[in-house]
């Protein structure tokens, strides 16, 4: 088999699944005999998941409740394909050519496959829009791997880690190899769901960057265990400017928000206390080119003109 999708679930209904299964269906252009897909159960048994017939292959397995990230790993370990992809199980293919273009790229080979995708949302009027990502490695969506390659550089979700654990996944999937692919033609779907809480709470970031924090902590650790030290760095200098960039915005200022800036820096000053030496190791250059693209990103969500200087910021969270 070549390519196994794989799909975490958790308490989604049957309704919730079946546009996935569905579009992935009716792909066009490619053998089913060489695609499968395993639904992993994050749960005590597997529910009452009645998926129907397709012209796929569909192995469910399950183990008692552990988080995303221990359920995404079950799947993988339930793999045998030569390429395998996640997908979230409220997700689906946005055309019927999604597969041909997978297997078109598998033909040329590679370690893992980016591409961008589309996100479905929705305006300040409650209307649907959709928005296409570029070069991303915050999401699974749109990533496709050569299931050889994790196993054997133990490329895995961390267990630890439930929110925001994509980008730990995502960043080491990508900087562990030479042979990193960028596919310019999507082919997921990020869809809306209301339930979903990182799509219709206003404050899920405020409420969750610490994960961030967490994530990026656990990455940076895991190039230093291989001996990786320039990723190390770069990566620390990466967090370091997102956290203080992201201080600047709008609603982190916001008085009524003091809580969360409050939790936020206590987090950020265990952390920065902890990878200090790679930064003061990175050069005035390399900081330069880390700010500029942080910023950059940072100005078109939102951000006004900073209102002190990083080197500021950091003797002030020195202090806490």
């Not at 992809?85 to 409220?90: K, N, R, V, Y």
């Not at 054997?152 to 630890?160: C, G, L, T």
């Not at 990193?180 to 709470?201: G, I, M, N, Q």
């Not at 951000?303 to 202090?319: A, C, D, G, R, V």
Request: proline share 3%.
């Amino acid at each position: 088999m070549k390519l196994q999708i794989l799909v975490p679930h958790y308490k989604e209904d049957e309704s919730v699944i079946k546009p996935l299964l569905d579009s992935i269906a009716i792909q066009q252009q490619v053998d089913f005999n060489e695609v499968g897909v395993i639904i992993a159960h994050d749960g005590n048994k597997i529910p009452d998941l009645r998926v129907g017939k397709y012209p796929f292959k569909i192995k469910q397995v399950h183990h008692k409740h552990s988080g995303v990230s221990a359920t995404r790993n079950l799947a993988l370990d339930s793999a045998t394909a030569d390429y395998v992809m996640f997908c979230d199980c409220d997700d689906m293919f946005c055309h019927v050519c999604g597969l041909f273009i997978i297997f078109q790229e598998m033909e040329l080979g590679f370690d893992t496959l980016v591409s961008c995708f589309i996100e479905q949302t929705k305006t300040p009027d409650d209307k649907f829009t959709f928005i296409n990502h570029d070069m991303d490695s915050t999401f699974v969506h749109g990533k496709v791997h050569r299931r050889e390659y994790l196993i054997n550089n133990n490329i895995r979700f961390n267990p630890k880690l439930t929110i925001h654990e994509d980008s730990y996944f995502n960043i080491l999937a990508q900087n562990l190899t030479t042979n990193a692919k960028y596919c310019p033609t999507p082919f997921y779907l990020w869809k809306w769901r209301d339930e979903s809480v990182c799509r219709h709470d206003k404050d899920y970031i405020l409420k969750t960057y610490n994960n961030m924090l967490d994530s990026n902590d656990a990455l940076v650790d895991q190039f230093v265990s291989r001996h990786v030290e320039e990723k190390a760095k770069f990566y620390t200098g990466f967090m370091i400017f997102d956290a203080y960039y992201t201080m600047n915005k709008k609603e982190w200022i916001d008085k009524t928000n003091q809580n969360y800036r409050d939790a936020v820096e206590k987090r950020f000053a265990e952390y920065y206390k902890k990878h200090r030496q790679k930064w003061d190791e990175l050069t005035e250059q390399e900081k330069m080119l880390i700010s500029n693209g942080v910023r950059t990103r940072s100005v078109m969500e939102g951000m006004p003109m900073e209102s002190i200087t990083i080197n500021q910021w950091l003797e002030y969270i020195e202090k806490l």
